[in-house]
């Protein structure tokens, strides 16, 4: 079955540093890969997506790459700000009878002044 | 502005009644879906409705159920019969069935049965 698997939380980083949030994928077929974004006490937003190899999805200064040959999605920004604070979700969807979305268990990351 | 409404955002129940959430769209989504959100597990499906007048058990259907009636509805009823209802409760919706197209999900609701 679809499976994704991300870096374990908390990250916790200064304003401006760098964030790497891994994320790593079992799956069927070809998937679509995104990341969802949730603040405390809200919904998921999408954040960004990428729907084939070698895509790179980007949105409010974060970007992943599709990386097929590594089964990779991983999740970067070069300066992160307070209002990063949230978690993170990766998430695949590989179609199939129903189309839902496969989820890793969040990373939690806090962003301090 | 369109968009996922769910009602209430908080709700309070004592154990053994059942209680429903609310989940209205209207993005002319075809397919909702419902997924549970427990600390440290990430989100976990619930149920799905591709169309009205079916759905179908997601990973965690036991002491749930649902009605599809109208395109814009998918109400939850949470039942007596699950063991551990206390969550946070997302509703989502999606465009159509392709695996290219994101979900849109609700701001949620708490439930917290004592």
């Known amino acids: 079955g679809n499976s994704v698997t991300q870096m374990e939380g908390p990250v916790t980083l200064s304003e401006e540093a760098f964030l790497t949030i891994n994320c790593t994928y079992t799956?069927?077929?070809?998937?679509?890969l995104f990341w969802y974004v949730q603040y405390p006490g809200e919904g998921l937003q999408l954040l960004l997506k990428a729907t084939k190899a070698d895509d790179k999805g980007s949105n409010k200064g974060f970007e992943a790459t599709y990386r097929k040959e590594t089964t990779s999605f991983h999740l970067e920004k070069g300066s992160v700000q307070v209002s990063d604070s949230a978690v993170y979700f990766c998430?695949?969807?590989?179609?199939?009878?129903?189309?839902?979305?496969?989820f890793g268990k969040g990373t939690l990351l806090t962003v301090n002044p | 502005d369109g968009g996922i409404t769910q009602s209430p955002k908080y709700l309070f129940r004592k154990e053994g009644q059942n209680v429903t959430l609310s989940c209205e769209q209207n993005l002319n989504h075809d397919a909702m879906y419902w997924y549970r959100q427990d600390p440290g597990q990430g989100l976990r499906l619930i149920y799905y409705?591709?169309?009205?007048?079916?759905?179908q058990k997601g990973d965690i259907a036991e002491g749930y159920s649902v009605s599809r009636e109208k395109k814009e509805s998918f109400p939850l009823t949470v039942t007596s019969a699950q063991k551990n209802p206390t969550a946070f409760y997302l509703c989502?919706?999606?465009?159509?069935?392709?695996?290219?197209?994101?979900?849109?999900f609700g701001p949620g609701t708490r439930l917290t049965v004592t």
């Open positions: 799956a069927t077929g070809y998937p679509s």
């Open positions: 409705s591709q169309i009205v007048n079916d759905f």
């Open positions: 989502a919706s999606s465009i159509t069935r392709d695996r290219a197209y994101e979900q849109y």
């Open positions: 998430a695949l969807n590989s179609g199939g009878s129903n189309y839902k979305l496969t």
